[in-house]
Each structure stands twice: as structure tokens, then as C-alpha cells.
């Protein structure tokens, strides 16, 4: 390869590197013309460098298996009911388990037809005295389980986005798959953000067959609601109780309409000029629900949020495709209420396992520190190369430069986020960078004490020391790859920083480096001495 | 310029005060570890913090009052520090507990924190940040904390020992787990919050540490095929001479760097910072007379180069290198 190759070569791929990498910053600090897929590539800040929120969530997956063991239950208990099969009982035992007691022995044949049904996701085991056990097969469990962490994940997504969040992050994350990771930049409202990402968002419509009532006692039949049928609290005052007071519905366990046969939901005023909630259905639910108000006029519907009952309006006409959700709800609560309904329920309860908020002054600061830290080191670097190589420190220090625009620039293209430990990545790359020219220079003053010639020691100390900064790269790159692999959040931003760091700091040091030397010694063809 | 120049120190010769010297520090840095103990950050301890600014600063100690007579339970264990530059007017609140793992409560701990600094009337203050580790996220992180750095550790060790061989991959074992403890008791001394950050800069001191003993031992490795009569000890005493300089310049440069970033780099950085400048300085001190004597040691006092080099080119999977003058003339050719 020609020199002139070489420095082509060199000079080609700092252009690339640095309209990438170094460009768009320039560009939006000083407002110069820039091309939109250019400046989409500007480096990224991550969270503590940006301030906003980072929440991990765990997603409660038995009650995904809770709502499936129940829902087989119903089904047994209906098709028993057709079949004449009586049990003295049928109850859930555990989230995964429900029990059938009582059955006589020559309904067993029938029993067991009825049961097949549920079979495909339920293991059937027969007890003493006609009881029946059925458990939830491990491998319905496992795909019940992701499928809840997936839904969630999918429906926090939809809520995310219609907060208008700008570059949000959700991910799974765990050692058992159950966490959600969920990194919103530049959100200040917490509570808000926090509140609607957990909100279960569980719409029903359920006619009321019993109440409102003061107590839920008065509700009760022997002690227990009625089969089939459930007992939730509601508003006293939406109720026709006393302000501030919870009256009781008793409706049954099976919604006619759910949330998922909502099309669209928005914010209104109702006639009082009060914020409310209109929804529309879908084909689907506006049949079930003219089903279900044609045939019950007169009687109560109740229009349940999350277990609690926001309001029961009388029934007056048959409604198909539209239905309204008063409260006393603010514009916020009726806003954020909508985006809920709108983004879907979620198929499990979540819990916050960790949250942290980073202000954007806080952000702000760090970057500041961060940015000083490292002009004060690159400067001392800068000046001890000066004083200690002289000339050759200029070769030194010219790589170095070269060594930050590339990983500036491969960060930027490859889109990853700077942190915080992603700066201290950099410290370190411009450390090893400088350790590399000086492994070479020191090699190349030896050759020369031991009167090799010019050329040849600058050869010597280039080819010589390549295998050791091989050995110690790679040394490098095999922990970074670990750190990357088993590392969490800050742990791996260090080290892609640092891998990327390796390699560029390879070609810059060995080759760059190299062809400077060269492009020296061409100038002076009769040179017998270096300044170094 | 030159900082060391042709210099036949004989740095075998203090192996055994090496031993010594890093014996004592390790005896020290243990009993320091066992009775002061190593703060673990709110990553692994889980607990709630946070960051509030005031309009005006109020003394450590107002702040601590307040929290005392306000905060439920009177709040014994609650850490209170400025954070940051003073002229930011922030400071640091910790409590060791967090809310419940159950739905919304876990940040019920923080809100009952400001409430407190609010009924402590120390003026105007917006909280700019909280973080909040339930123990579930705690423990998984320090699990994976640990994975991330025993797996790293092995990767570089089955390189050396694939690369040079077995007594020269125990020089570096001993010499980066000599790092590691007496950079943790430094950590434990001084009582810095083991965070992921520190985490992260443990390991870059083992990476640096590696790096500084592979320089040497590639220049013994190279010697070695040169000088094959005389006795290992001189040879490896020899490597470390030449070497000399740059070991100590790569040293002062990488200090620069991270005193820079513990003097400008901020709150968060310092652990960080102090962590890489301790690690440089042991680590150093470590390539020299910990890694190369544990060689020594390993393979006997009077073992010739030449019995060493030929295992060495068994062990090595590359050929051994041609001749130097050889190799010189190869190389200005191109």
C-alpha cells in the first residue's frame, strides 16, 4: 500500500466518522443546516444525562392464571348444569387449581364427558368421595404467564404513546421474565405517568340485579352472594347514598360488555357541564350490548372501573354503539380515564419494584461535569505528550483525536445511548489510546539506542508492539463482551463505549499513527534523527 | 526525554518485601472489610433517596432535625449529605427502607421524606430526583452484579492462559485478585458507596491490570526466545527494565484522567474516579512485583530461559517469532 493510499484511506474515514459522530452535535449547538437522516443520528443521551423517568414493574401474572382457572370453572359448572350432573361443590383452590367434591359414582361417565372440555389446559386428577381435582398444566402455565408480561407490555406501550412521550424505552427484562423496564425521557409529571401506567383500566357493564344497598350484608344469602354473582362497591352519592358514603351492587361475575369491545373513548362535557367519558363499541359489543339493554328497560346498569361501580344509570332504551361514563371526575381524571379505555386493560396487576427520577437540572449538571472532566484530562494528556515526545506527541495526539471522533461517530450511527458510565468509558478509551503510543514511541527510542537506523527502528517499534496491543486489546474486548452480556443498565453503556473504544483505538494507533510517521519521513528523505 | 534509561533494577530481589508489603495490605484491607464493612449503594440495598434543592441552603444538621422530629418513626438511620457542588444548594437524603412491593406503594417512603423536609420549614426545595430500589431489584442486581464480573474475570485469565501459559495466567490471577481486595478495603477505608458505577470501574482497573501485566509478559515472552541461556529470573528482571517507562508514563497519564474526573466529574462520577485512581496505583505496583515474581516463583529459582521457552512455544499457538534482526529487516522492507 502507497502512502498516499494510506493517508486517503485515513482522511476518508475521519470524514465519515466525524459527519456522523461530531457534525450533527456541532449543528444543533450552533444551528447550522443539517439533513434530517444526519441529525435523527445525533447521539443520544440516556436518562441520567437527560432527566426523566425510569420505572421497573412487575408484572402479577397469577392473576392471569387466576382469570383463566376461574373462566375454566365457569364452563365446567355450565356444561355439568346441561349434562344434570350435581356437585355438592366447585371452587377454586389455588391460581392454578380448582376442585370438584360430591359427585356420585354413577354420574362419574357422564361427569367425565363434560369434562373434556376443559381438559386440553387442565390436568384431571380423581380424590376420595367423588372429588375431582384440576390443575394447570405446567406448559399452559409458561405461555399464560409470557403472554400476560407480553400483553402487559403491549398495552403500557399504547398508553406511553398516546402520553406523547418522545423516545420511550420498554423492555422485558428479569431473571423469571416477569419485569417490565420502562424509560420515558424528559417526563416531569411522575405521578401522573406512574398512576396511568399502572391503572388496570377494567371496564364492565353488568346489570345490577340487586342494590344499591348501605351494607353489603344485606346483600348476602347465607353468608355468601348468590351463585354466579358478585358483590361490588360503588360511589354513595352516585348510588343515591350519602356523599362520601360506599354503597354495594350485587351483580353477576360475568360482564355482557367488557372494555375489549370498546372501539374509541373520549372526553365530554355532560349535559351539567361536567367532564365525563362518551365510548363507542364495536360491532361485536354494540350487538351484545343491544342485546343486553333491550331486554332488561327499567332495571339498573351498572358501569364498573377497575371493581368499583362509577356510576348506574336506569336502562330507557335499547343502546347499541354508544355509552357515556360520568362521575365526578376533573378534565384531568376524565382525560386520563379515556387515554385508559383507549389503550386497552391490563391483563394483570403491576407493582413497582423500582423507580428513580432524574431532573433535567440534574441531567444537566452531570453532562457539564462530565464534558469538563474530560477536556481537563484530554488537556494534561495533550501536554505531556508535548513536552515528553515533542514532535512525535503531535502524531500521538492526532490519533487520539481521531480515536474519539470514530467511537463518536460509530455510537452515534449505531445508535447507542451515552451515560454517564458511558463518559467514563470514553476516560478510559483516551487512557489505553495514549498507553498504545506510548508502548510504540518507548519501543522506537529503544531501536534507536541500539543504532538500528531511522527507518528501522520506527518499523521495529510499530511491528513489535502490534502483537502486544493485540494481546491487550482483545484482553479488553473478552471483558467488555462479558460486562455486555451479563451487566445490567450502566454496567453495559461502559461497555459498548469501551468496545467500540478497542477497536478504533486499534486502527488509529497502528495505522494512523503509523502512516504520520511515514508522511514524515517522506519530507525528509536524508532524516537520520526523530524528534521524540 | 527520558524518565528511566537503561536501568538494571533488580526488582526480584523484592519479591519477598513485595510479599510482605502486599501480605500486610491485604491483612489490613480484610479486618477493615470485617469491622467497618462496605457500604452497599441503594442498587443492592435497596432504599429510597433523594435529591432536593433548595432555595437556600440549610445546614446538614437543620436538615437532619427535620427529619428527626417529622419523619415517621423518627427516621435513626436516614443519611443526610450536600450532593454535588455547594452552590447547587442540594442535598442528598437516604433511607435505608422503601414502601411496599405492592402496587403503587413503593414510593410511599420518598413522599413521607419530603413531607418531613416540608414540616421542617428549611424553605423553599423541589426534589430533583428520587430513586427507589424495592429489595427484589436490589438482590437481582447484585446477583447479576457478580455473574458480570466472575465471567469477565475468567474470559481475560483463559486468554492469557491460552495465549502465554499456565504459570504466567496465575501470575495475572494473583496479581488481579491482589487489586481487586485492596481496592475494595481503600473503598471500605474511606467508605464509598459500592454502586453500579463503582462496580463498573472495579472492572476497568481489572482490565487496566491485565493490560500492564501482559505488556510485560509479552516483552518476557519475547525475550526469552532471544535469550535463551540465561536464567529466568534475570530475564524477566530485564522485561520489567525495559518496560519501565512505559509503565510508569501509561500510569501518570491514566492517573491525569481520572483525577480529572474525580476532581470535575461530579457526584455521581467520585466513586467511580476514586475507585480507577486507587486501582491504577495498586494495579501497577501489582504488574510489577506481584505478577512477575508469582512467575518466578512458580516455575523455580534456577530455571534457564531455555527450559521456559521451549513450554512457552508449546504452549504458545502461534510460532515462535524469526530472529530479531530478521524480523527487522522484514519489517522495514514493507
Given at each position: 500500500?502507497?502512502?498516499?493510499?494510506?493517508?486517503?484511506?485515513?482522511?476518508?474515514?475521519?470524514?465519515?466518522?466525524?459527519?456522523?459522530?461530531?457534525?450533527?452535535?456541532?449543528?444543533?449547538?450552533?444551528?447550522?443546516?443539517?439533513?434530517?437522516?444526519?441529525?435523527?443520528?445525533?447521539?443520544?443521551?440516556?436518562?441520567?444525562?437527560?432527566?426523566?423517568?425510569?420505572?421497573?414493574l412487575r408484572v402479577q401474572t397469577d392473576d392471569a392464571l387466576e382469570v383463566e382457572t376461574e373462566t375454566?370453572?365457569?364452563?365446567?359448572?355450565?356444561?355439568?348444569?346441561?349434562?344434570?350432573?350435581?356437585?355438592?361443590?366447585?371452587?377454586?383452590?389455588?391460581p392454578v387449581?380448582?376442585?370438584?367434591?360430591?359427585?356420585?359414582?354413577?354420574?362419574?361417565?357422564?361427569?367425565?364427558?363434560?369434562?373434556?372440555?376443559?381438559?386440553?389446559n387442565?390436568?384431571?386428577?380423581?380424590?376420595?368421595?367423588?372429588?375431582?381435582?384440576?390443575?394447570m398444566?405446567?406448559n399452559v402455565q409458561l405461555t399464560l404467564r409470557s403472554e400476560a408480561v407480553d400483553q402487559a407490555r403491549q398495552t403500557i406501550e399504547?398508553?406511553?404513546?398516546?402520553?406523547?412521550?418522545?423516545?420511550?424505552?420498554?423492555?422485558e427484562q428479569g431473571?423469571d421474565g416477569d419485569q417490565i423496564?420502562?424509560?420515558?425521557?424528559?417526563?416531569?409529571?411522575?405521578?401522573?405517568?406512574?398512576?396511568?401506567?399502572r391503572?388496570t383500566g377494567l371496564?364492565?357493564?353488568?346489570?345490577?340485579?340487586?342494590?344499591?344497598?348501605?351494607?353489603?350484608?344485606?346483600?348476602?344469602?347465607?353468608?355468601?352472594?348468590?351463585?354466579?354473582?358478585?358483590?361490588?362497591?360503588?360511589?354513595?352519592?352516585?348510588?343515591?347514598?350519602?356523599?362520601?358514603?360506599?354503597?354495594?351492587?350485587?351483580?353477576?361475575?360475568?360482564?355482557?360488555?367488557?372494555?375489549r369491545?370498546?372501539?374509541?373513548?373520549?372526553?365530554?362535557?355532560?349535559?351539567?357541564?361536567?367532564?365525563?367519558?362518551?365510548?363507542?363499541?364495536?360491532?361485536?359489543?354494540?350487538?351484545?350490548?343491544?342485546?343486553?339493554?333491550?331486554?332488561?328497560?327499567?332495571?339498573?346498569?351498572?358501569?364498573?372501573?377497575?371493581?368499583?361501580?362509577?356510576?348506574?344509570?336506569?336502562?330507557?332504551?335499547?343502546?347499541?354503539?354508544?355509552?357515556?361514563?360520568?362521575?365526578?371526575?376533573?378534565?384531568?381524571?376524565?382525560?386520563?380515564?379515556?387515554?385508559?379505555?383507549?389503550?386497552g386493560a391490563l391483563p394483570a396487576e403491576l407493582t413497582?419494584?423500582?423507580?428513580?427520577?432524574?431532573?433535567?437540572?440534574?441531567?444537566?449538571?452531570?453532562?457539564?461535569?462530565?464534558?469538563?472532566?474530560?477536556?481537563?484530562?484530554?488537556?494534561?494528556?495533550?501536554?505531556?505528550?508535548?513536552?515528553?515526545?515533542?514532535?512525535?506527541?503531535?502524531?500521538?495526539?492526532?490519533?487520539?483525536?481521531?480515536?474519539?471522533?470514530?467511537?463518536?461517530?460509530?455510537?452515534?450511527?449505531?445508535?447507542?445511548?451515552?451515560?454517564?458510565?458511558?463518559?467514563?468509558?470514553?476516560?478510559?478509551?483516551?487512557?489505553?489510546?495514549?498507553?498504545?503510543?506510548?508502548?510504540?514511541?518507548?519501543?522506537?527510542?529503544?531501536?534507536?539506542?541500539?543504532?538500528?537506523?531511522?527507518?528501522?527502528?520506527?518499523?521495529?517499534?510499530?511491528?513489535?508492539?502490534?502483537?502486544?496491543?493485540?494481546?491487550?486489546?482483545?484482553?479488553?474486548?473478552?471483558?467488555?463482551?462479558?460486562?455486555?452480556?451479563?451487566?445490567?443498565?450502566?454496567?453495559?453503556?461502559?461497555?459498548?463505549?469501551?468496545?467500540?473504544?478497542?477497536?478504533?483505538?486499534?486502527?488509529?494507533?497502528?495505522?494512523?499513527?503509523?502512516?504520520?510517521?511515514?508522511?514524515?519521513?517522506?519530507?525528509?528523505?536524508?532524516?537520520?534523527?526523530?524528534?521524540? | 526525554?527520558?524518565?528511566?534509561?537503561?536501568?538494571?533494577?533488580?526488582?526480584?530481589?523484592?519479591?519477598?518485601?513485595?510479599?510482605?508489603?502486599?501480605?500486610?495490605?491485604?491483612?489490613?484491607?480484610?479486618?477493615?472489610?470485617?469491622?467497618?464493612?462496605?457500604?452497599?449503594?441503594?442498587?443492592?440495598?435497596?432504599?429510597?433517596?433523594?435529591?432536593?434543592?433548595?432555595?437556600?441552603?440549610?445546614?446538614?444538621?437543620?436538615?437532619?432535625?427535620?427529619?428527626?422530629?417529622?419523619?415517621?418513626?423518627?427516621?435513626?438511620?436516614?443519611?443526610?449529605?450536600?450532593?454535588?457542588?455547594?452552590?447547587?444548594?442540594?442535598?442528598?437524603?437516604?433511607?435505608?427502607?422503601?414502601?411496599?412491593?405492592?402496587?403503587?406503594?413503593?414510593?410511599?417512603?420518598?413522599?413521607?421524606?419530603?413531607?418531613?423536609?416540608?414540616?421542617?420549614?428549611?424553605?423553599?426545595?423541589?426534589?430533583?430526583?428520587?430513586?427507589?430500589?424495592?429489595?427484589?431489584?436490589?438482590?437481582?442486581?447484585?446477583?447479576?452484579?457478580?455473574?458480570?464480573?466472575?465471567?469477565?474475570?475468567?474470559?481475560?485469565?483463559?486468554?492469557?492462559?491460552?495465549?502465554?501459559?499456565?504459570?504466567?495466567?496465575?501470575?495475572?490471577?494473583?496479581?488481579?485478585?491482589?487489586?481487586?481486595?485492596?481496592?475494595?478495603?481503600?473503598?471500605?477505608?474511606?467508605?464509598?458507596?459500592?454502586?453500579?458505577?463503582?462496580?463498573?470501574?472495579?472492572?476497568?482497573?481489572?482490565?487496566?491490570?491485565?493490560?500492564?501485566?501482559?505488556?510485560?509478559?509479552?516483552?518476557?515472552?519475547?525475550?526469552?526466545?532471544?535469550?535463551?541461556?540465561?536464567?529466568?529470573?534475570?530475564?524477566?528482571?530485564?522485561?520489567?527494565?525495559?518496560?519501565?517507562?512505559?509503565?510508569?508514563?501509561?500510569?501518570?497519564?491514566?492517573?491525569?484522567?481520572?483525577?480529572?474526573?474525580?476532581?470535575?466529574?461530579?457526584?455521581?462520577?467520585?466513586?467511580?474516579?476514586?475507585?480507577?485512581?486507587?486501582?491504577?496505583?495498586?494495579?501497577?505496583?501489582?504488574?510489577?512485583?506481584?505478577?512477575?515474581?508469582?512467575?518466578?516463583?512458580?516455575?523455580?529459582?534456577?530455571?534457564?530461559?531455555?527450559?521456559?521457552?521451549?513450554?512457552?512455544?508449546?504452549?504458545?499457538?502461534?510460532?515462535?517469532?524469526?530472529?530479531?534482526?530478521?524480523?527487522?529487516?522484514?519489517?522495514?522492507?514493507?
Amino acid at each position: 500500500m502507497t502512502l498516499r493510499t494510506k493517508l486517503l484511506i485515513a482522511a476518508g474515514v475521519l470524514i465519515v466518522f466525524a459527519s456522523v459522530g461530531v457534525y450533527p452535535i456541532l449543528a444543533s449547538y450552533f444551528t447550522l443546516p443539517i439533513s434530517a437522516a444526519l441529525s435523527d443520528m445525533q447521539l443520544k443521551l440516556g436518562l441520567d444525562l437527560k432527566g426523566g423517568v425510569h420505572l421497573v414493574l412487575r408484572v402479577q401474572t397469577d392473576d392471569a392464571l387466576e382469570v383463566e382457572t376461574e373462566t375454566a370453572m365457569e364452563v365446567l359448572r355450565e356444561a355439568l348444569r346441561t349434562a344434570e350432573i350435581t356437585t355438592t361443590s366447585i371452587q377454586t383452590t389455588s391460581p392454578v387449581e380448582f376442585r370438584v367434591e360430591g359427585l356420585s359414582p354413577e354420574q362419574e361417565p357422564g361427569f367425565r364427558q363434560a369434562a373434556a372440555e376443559a381438559d386440553a389446559n387442565f390436568s384431571r386428577s380423581p380424590g376420595v368421595n367423588g372429588s375431582y381435582r384440576f390443575t394447570m398444566k405446567p406448559n399452559v402455565q409458561l405461555t399464560l404467564r409470557s403472554e400476560a408480561v407480553d400483553q402487559a407490555r403491549q398495552t403500557i406501550e399504547r398508553r406511553v404513546n398516546e402520553l406523547g412521550v418522545a423516545e420511550p424505552s420498554i423492555a422485558e427484562q428479569g431473571a423469571d421474565g416477569d419485569q417490565i423496564l420502562v424509560q420515558l425521557p424528559g417526563v416531569t409529571d411522575v405521578a401522573r405517568a406512574k398512576e396511568i401506567i399502572r391503572s388496570t383500566g377494567l371496564l364492565e357493564l353488568k346489570i345490577v340485579e340487586q342494590g344499591p344497598s348501605s351494607t353489603r350484608e344485606a346483600l348476602l344469602v347465607n353468608g355468601e352472594p348468590p351463585a354466579n354473582m358478585e358483590i361490588v362497591p360503588g360511589d354513595g352519592d352516585a348510588g343515591g347514598g350519602a356523599p362520601g358514603s360506599t354503597v354495594y351492587y350485587l351483580v353477576p361475575t360475568v360482564a355482557a360488555v367488557t372494555g375489549r369491545d370498546l372501539r374509541t373513548a373520549r372526553q365530554i362535557l355532560d349535559e351539567n357541564n361536567l367532564p365525563a367519558v362518551s365510548f363507542d363499541l364495536n360491532q361485536e359489543g354494540a350487538r351484545k350490548f343491544g342485546q343486553v339493554t333491550g331486554s332488561n328497560l327499567g332495571r339498573q346498569l351498572a358501569i364498573i372501573l377497575d371493581n368499583r361501580v362509577s356510576s348506574a344509570p336506569t336502562i330507557e332504551g335499547r343502546i347499541t354503539d354508544r355509552g357515556r361514563i360520568t362521575g365526578r371526575y376533573t378534565s384531568q381524571e376524565a382525560q386520563n380515564l379515556s387515554l385508559l379505555l383507549r389503550s386497552g386493560a391490563l391483563p394483570a396487576e403491576l407493582t413497582y419494584l423500582q423507580e428513580q427520577t432524574i431532573g433535567p437540572s440534574l441531567g444537566a449538571d452531570s453532562v457539564r461535569s462530565g464534558v469538563i472532566a474530560s477536556l481537563v484530562g484530554l488537556l494534561l494528556i495533550v501536554v505531556f505528550m508535548l513536552v515528553y515526545y515533542r514532535m512525535s506527541g503531535v502524531n500521538a495526539i492526532v490519533a487520539l483525536l481521531f480515536n474519539l471522533v470514530i467511537l463518536l461517530g460509530f455510537m452515534s450511527y449505531i445508535g447507542a445511548v451515552m451515560t454517564l458510565p458511558g463518559i467514563a468509558g470514553f476516560v478510559l478509551t483516551m487512557g489505553i489510546g495514549v498507553d498504545s503510543n506510548v508502548l510504540i514511541f518507548e519501543r522506537i527510542k529503544e531501536e534507536l539506542e541500539a543504532q538500528r537506523g531511522l527507518r528501522a527502528s520506527i518499523n521495529a517499534g510499530f511491528s513489535r508492539v502490534f502483537l502486544t496491543l493485540l494481546d491487550t486489546h482483545i484482553a479488553a474486548l473478552i471483558a467488555a463482551a462479558f460486562l455486555f452480556e451479563f451487566g445490567t443498565g450502566p454496567i453495559r453503556g461502559f461497555a459498548v463505549t469501551l468496545a467500540i473504544g478497542m477497536v478504533s483505538n486499534l486502527f488509529t494507533a497502528t495505522f494512523v499513527s503509523k502512516s504520520l510517521f511515514e508522511f514524515q519521513l517522506s519530507r525528509r528523505r536524508q532524516a537520520t534523527t526523530l524528534s521524540i | 526525554m527520558h524518565i528511566f534509561k537503561d536501568t538494571t533494577f533488580d526488582f526480584l530481589r523484592w519479591r519477598w518485601h513485595a510479599v510482605a508489603l502486599s501480605g500486610v495490605m491485604l491483612l489490613a484491607g480484610s479486618v477493615m472489610i470485617v469491622t467497618r464493612g462496605l457500604p452497599l449503594g441503594i442498587e443492592f440495598a435497596g432504599g429510597t433517596a433523594i435529591i432536593a434543592q433548595f432555595e437556600d441552603q440549610p445546614s446538614i444538621e437543620a436538615v437532619r432535625t427535620a427529619l428527626t422530629e417529622a419523619f415517621p418513626g423518627g427516621g435513626q438511620n436516614i443519611v443526610v449529605q450536600g450532593y454535588g457542588d455547594p452552590s447547587l444548594r442540594q442535598v442528598l437524603v437516604r433511607v435505608p427502607e422503601v414502601g411496599d412491593e405492592s402496587g403503587a406503594s413503593l414510593s410511599t417512603i420518598a413522599d413521607e421524606t419530603s413531607e418531613a423536609l416540608r414540616q421542617g420549614n428549611l424553605g423553599e426545595f423541589t426534589v430533583i430526583g428520587t430513586e427507589i430500589v424495592g429489595p427484589a431489584v436490589g438482590q437481582e442486581l447484585a446477583t447479576k452484579g457478580i455473574y458480570a464480573f466472575a465471567a469477565s474475570l475468567m474470559g481475560i485469565l483463559a486468554y492469557i492462559a491460552f495465549r502465554f501459559q499456565l504459570s504466567f495466567a496465575v501470575g495475572a490471577v494473583v496479581a488481579t485478585i491482589h487489586d481487586i481486595l485492596i481496592t475494595v478495603a481503600f473503598l471500605s477505608f474511606f467508605q464509598y458507596d459500592l454502586t453500579l458505577n463503582v462496580v463498573a470501574a472495579i472492572l476497568t482497573v481489572t482490565g487496566y491490570s491485565t493490560n500492564d501485566t501482559i505488556v510485560i509478559f509479552d516483552r518476557v515472552r519475547e525475550n526469552l526466545r532471544s535469550r535463551r541461556r540465561e536464567p529466568l529470573r534475570d530475564v524477566v528482571n530485564r522485561s520489567i527494565n525495559q518496560t519501565l517507562g512505559r509503565t510508569v508514563i501509561t500510569m501518570g497519564t491514566t492517573l491525569f484522567s481520572a483525577v480529572a474526573l474525580f476532581m470535575f466529574g461530579g457526584e455521581v462520577l467520585r466513586g467511580f474516579a476514586f475507585t480507577m485512581i486507587v486501582g491504577v496505583i495498586t494495579g501497577t505496583y501489582s504488574s510489577v512485583f506481584v505478577a512477575a515474581a508469582v512467575v518466578t516463583l512458580w516455575r523455580g529459582r534456577n530455571t534457564t530461559a531455555r527450559a521456559t521457552a521451549q513450554s512457552a512455544r508449546v504452549a504458545s499457538p502461534r510460532p515462535a517469532l524469526p530472529k530479531r534482526a530478521k524480523s527487522n529487516r522484514r519489517a522495514s522492507a514493507s
